[in-house]
């Protein structure tokens, strides 16, 4: 059987493609063999993890959650380093998997389970943590905890690219912190499983996902043990700017560093004062 042909029964079986593009080989991509929205997206996660880690990957241990047809966990595969791919759905992990046995890599593994499961015990810690179009996919208080099971597992770095609101609608309490967003339709409540599992871009299991406000995003990294974070917009991703035109800037990518609080010797008068929260714009 010619790759093509390889390539078909798996979209037969599964459906098509429907964001990684990828080149097989031959001239044969998943998608397209012209440039589509997923290549700027993979350039600049990527970028920012070899910037960090100074050009090279290799040695370094990657997860990437939710990863949907793994595109950004095959790179770093590709680039070197050991690299654990989780996803609910099995339609994507098959097309992930496919790619992976035609590149021929053996130092990615994906693993069907519900990113909610994430914990050290299961899965190990990692160097970098990719939560890309997961995390406003998650209702409260879940998508709260989730912040914490990101921070447990991650050793230094973390890449969390999501939506926001800008409206302080709705309050939550986390482990005494305060946090506002706005509540998003995900898909009506009397879907039937077989009905959900067929909308790839959507929650697993939650009709409503919770997105917090900038604000509030911040203070819960800052709670779980991010010491900087940081929001990307270098190499530059044309779907975020025509956002941002048309004044709808309500997603983008957060670089998080898992550091040690720096201990000033200048002045050391905030040294055991807990740092500052950021307040809503309301």
Excluded at 45 to 58: N, P
Aim: aromatic share 10%.
């Amino acid at each position: 059987m010619s790759l093509a042909e390889k390539k078909q029964a798996i979209i037969d079986q599964y459906g098509e493609w429907t964001n990684h593009n990828m080149h097989l080989g031959d001239g044969l991509y998943t998608i397209a063999s012209d440039p589509t929205p997923s290549e700027p997206k993979l350039r600049r996660m990527t970028q920012v993890v070899m910037d960090h880690f100074g050009g090279s990957v290799e040695g370094l241990r990657v997860l990437d959650l939710a990863c949907l047809e793994g595109m950004y966990g095959l790179e770093l595969a590709r680039q070197g380093a050991s690299v654990v791919g989780i996803e609910g759905r099995e339609a994507n992990l098959a097309k992930a998997r496919f790619v992976r046995d035609v590149w021929g890599l053996n130092n990615i593994e994906f693993f069907q389970d519900d990113v909610r499961n994430l914990s050290s015990e299961k899965y190990g810690t990692f160097d970098v943590v990719f939560c890309l179009g997961i995390y406003y996919h998650l209702d409260a208080p879940d998508v709260f905890k989730f912040m914490d099971q990101v921070a447990s597992v991650c050793t230094r770095l973390a890449i969390v690219d999501t939506h926001v609101s800008f409206t302080a609608e709705e309050q939550h309490h986390y482990n005494g912190l305060e946090i506002w967003g706005r509540n998003y339709h995900e898909f009506d409540a009397e879907m039937s499983q077989q009905e959900r599992e067929k909308i790839l871009w959507a929650s697993l299991d939650n009709p409503k996902s919770f997105w917090l406000t900038r604000p509030s995003l911040f203070n819960l990294m800052g709670q779980v043990g991010f010491t900087s974070v940081y929001e990307c917009h270098q190499p530059l991703v044309q779907k975020f700017v025509e956002m941002r035109r048309a004044n709808l800037n309500d997603r983008a990518t957060f670089v998080a560093v898992k550091g040690q609080s720096v201990q000033l010797r200048s002045s050391a008068l905030s040294n055991n004062t807990p740092g500052s929260l950021w307040t809503e714009a309301v």
